[in-house]
């Protein structure tokens, strides 16, 4: 079964202060659903604070990002389903509790994953 990346960036919430929590509160809720139904696999968000950096093969450090990931901020989940169908109403549930929208990407399928 594909495993799907739903995501957002951090500048597509738009929502005032005060409704922070109850969104937190229906994003949650569907991360539950989707560990009860099976199909959760991991979730959560990239933290601003700390600063990305890039690590070479030989274990040089870098500091910064691919310029191509600097907007690479928000939430995100994998979750692993049967269908691009079934991932497109996972996402549209996501994007119905975050109040914006999500993308979607599918990983490639590998046996030893």
Known sequence: MPHYLISFPAS????????????????RQVIREAKAAGVYRFAGGINADVA?????????????????????DGGFCVL???????AVQWAAKIAKACRCAQ???EFFDDPES
Request: a negative charge.
């Open 80 to 86: 692993r389903l049967p269908s691009r169908e079934a």
């Open 12 to 27: 597509a919430m738009n929502v005032p202060a005060e409704e922070l929590a109850a969104v937190g509160e229906a994003a």
């Open 52 to 72: 990305p950096q890039l690590v070479a093969g030989d274990g040089t450090l870098s500091q910064g990002s691919y310029q191509q990931t600097q907007e690479f």
């Open 103 to 105: 993308e979607l990407r």
